[in-house]
């Protein structure tokens, strides 16, 4: 979710804009989805889409001024056992936001799309430094495992930075709501402070390309979904055919998630597993500490 103010400088939720929470569980649970959201994004409403399953995004759109758009595309018929040999895995009417960084101008940009900021002050995090790390990095008891290769990392003041981030514990939601999750992921910052993360991209050098992203990750099963969340600048997700999030079970209650990519990916925002815990639903929501890496 996103929110630009002044109407220049756009704040995002890392990781639920709406069509990025669609797509991943769409794809999560392979199933089809139709998703319409209502059309107010002054008021934090909006991001619709159709969605084929592990297929991925048919079609999506997420105005940033209230509009009329009409999402049309064709939808494969699950079964108990469609094989994915049988599907056609490229979006056919995939729908931008028409929206990219690089085009933020006074003159010609305009949004009226307000949401919140994700609260990472309790995110235990590490900034990306070195073109490859393999690492581990652990939260209240939950470890993700990192393998990362990419090209011109930098903490140049100029140049966007990276941060390996991950948290297990609840956050807040709009309107007083919390919720249990578990994070591994990549994120975007326009410097090397933790405050810069979440934001529109808006240095004058571009985004670094990462040549391969692993993560992994071992997480509770019970009452809980795991997700690939991913974003690029463009407001939109990755591709479905440019990673792969698979699972397998450990004991009854534990399962390993690893979540990677399958090609170059160039300007990167967020890319990693999100995992709701519900039965963590309505508790109060986890505060800073010391463990933040800085």
Not at 35 to 43: K, R
Not at 61 to 80: D, H, R
Request: net charge negative.
């Amino acid at each position: 979710m996103c929110q630009l103010h002044n109407k220049l400088t756009l704040k995002c939720y890392l990781f639920v804009i709406a069509i990025q929470i669609q797509e991943g569980w769409s794809r999560s649970l392979d199933v089809n989805l139709l998703a319409s959201g209502y059309d107010d994004p002054a008021n934090r409403n909006g991001g619709s889409g159709i969605y084929g399953g592990r297929v991925g995004r048919l079609a999506a759109a997420m105005p940033f001024t209230k509009t009329e758009q009409l999402l049309i595309s064709q939808v494969l018929k699950k079964t108990n056992r469609v094989s994915e040999d049988n599907a056609d895995t490229t979006p056919r009417n995939s729908t931008s936001t028409n929206f990219s960084t690089e085009e933020i101008r006074p003159s010609s940009f305009k949004s009226d799309r307000i949401f919140f900021s994700d609260y990472l002050a309790p995110y235990t995090t590490q900034l990306l430094e070195t073109n490859e790390i393999h690492t581990q990095i652990c939260d209240r008891g939950m470890c993700c495992e990192f393998d990362v290769d990419t090209e011109d990392v930098t903490t140049d003041p100029e140049t966007a930075v990276y941060r390996l981030a991950v948290f297990n514990g609840i956050r807040p939601f709009f309107g007083g709501r919390t919720g249990g999750i578990q994070v591994c992921a990549v994120i975007s910052c326009n410097n090397a402070t933790l405050s810069s993360c979440g934001q529109a991209i808006i240095t004058t050098k571009g985004l670094a390309t990462f040549k391969s992203i692993s993560i992994q990750m071992n997480s509770n099963r019970v009452n809980s979904i795991h997700t690939a969340t991913t974003l690029l600048n463009t407001v939109l997700p990755l591709d479905a055919d440019s990673y792969e999030l698979s699972s397998s079970n450990i004991t009854a209650e534990l399962t390993h998630v690893h979540l990677r990519t399958t090609r170059s990916v160039h300007n990167l925002w967020t890319f990693g597993v999100y995992t709701r815990e519900y039965d963590l639903d309505g508790l109060s929501f986890t505060v800073a500490t010391e463990q933040t890496i800085n």
